[in-house]
């Protein structure tokens, strides 16, 4: 029998990873560290705890996942010739919101984290009131008009199949000795340009253009494409606004150094860095309660708290 190989906690790097650190370092160290392997039945209890805990969302993330996976899905019944039809998306993403909330209610996490819906507000007891929840339910909705409305969802209906690029698709390049995740929402060729579409269901926020900055980075290595040639779009769903954003060298290489800065920044924390490795001593605890910012919606206030 072949030996199974050993799944390592390699050193990588994300959008998400750099939030975590600048939010709170011990919320940093539970995420990348402290809950690694908590998914096999022999980890310790603790390891285990912190895992559960970092799969948590909460309904404003549901909400936005919710309709990614169906903008996704509308798209790839484009692609493939079938019918994409508003109120069947609009039946979808309240059905899903419903099973999902079961999921949650019911504890089904409990016995799988990865793929059942364990929500911040069930968790901790909060209580959302019908109003919060309405307005979760025309977050979606209006983010599902929002994009069938968009000038971005006709100009790709106008596309071929042969002309995409990627759809959700999670990949990595380096950048600085380090891998660095992404995951594009779409992007397509059209002539000699490359078109990259960021879905949004939050607010406008300008460090949104670093992001895509970052995906024009990496559309540079992946597909050998010229930084002129690259179109970059944050489509804000819920307010049906589109927001170009242009990749300047300066933009672009402000993006490059946020980057190797951040990157730096967590290696200094690391006690091992060919391995990884690191001790939570190093990773202070932001908030004095959990009452207060950023503790009173992190997911792992019961460790720090309880």
Not at 140 to 149: R, W
Request: aromatic content about 14%.
């Amino acid at each position: 029998m072949a030996e199974k190989k050993e799944f390592k906690n390699r050193f990588s790097w994300s959008f998400s990873r750099d939030n975590a650190f600048n939010t709170c370092k011990r919320k940093y160290y539970y995420s990348y560290y402290g809950s690694w392997g908590g998914w096999n039945k022999d980890a310790d209890e603790l390891s285990k705890k912190l895992y559960l805990l970092n799969k948590m969302s909460s309904l404003p993330m549901l909400a936005g996942t919710i309709v990614h996976d169906e903008v996704e899905r509308t798209l790839k019944a484009v692609r493939y010739g079938r019918n994409a039809d508003i109120v069947k998306s609009k039946e979808n993403v309240i059905k899903v919101f419903k099973q999902s909330w079961a999921h949650s209610k019911n504890k089904d996490w409990k016995d799988n984290p990865k793929w059942k819906t364990n929500l911040f507000e069930h968790f901790y007891n909060q209580k959302p009131t019908d109003e919060v929840l309405l307005d979760i339910r025309d977050l979606m909705l209006n983010s599902i008009d929002g994009f069938f409305a968009s000038d971005s969802y006709r100009f790709i209906q106008t596309m071929s199949d042969s002309q995409w690029l990627a759809i959700e698709d999670l990949d990595s390049f380096e950048v600085h000795g380090a891998k660095l995740w992404v995951k594009l929402d779409f992007a397509i060729r059209h002539g000699e340009r490359v078109y990259i579409y960021d879905w949004k269901t939050g607010k406008v926020a300008k460090e949104n253009e670093v992001q895509l900055a970052i995906y024009a980075l990496y559309a540079q290595q992946k597909w050998n494409v010229d930084l002129k040639l690259i179109r970059l779009f944050d489509v804000y769903l819920n307010q049906q606004l589109p927001v170009k954003v242009k990749p300047t060298n300066r933009l672009i290489d402000s993006a490059k150094v946020f980057i190797e800065k951040s990157i730096d920044s967590m290696k200094e924390l690391l006690t091992d860095v060919e391995n990884n490795k690191t001790e939570i001593d190093l990773f202070p605890v932001v908030g004095e309660d959990r009452e207060s910012y950023p503790c009173s919606y992190c997911s792992f206030q019961t460790v720090c708290f309880d």
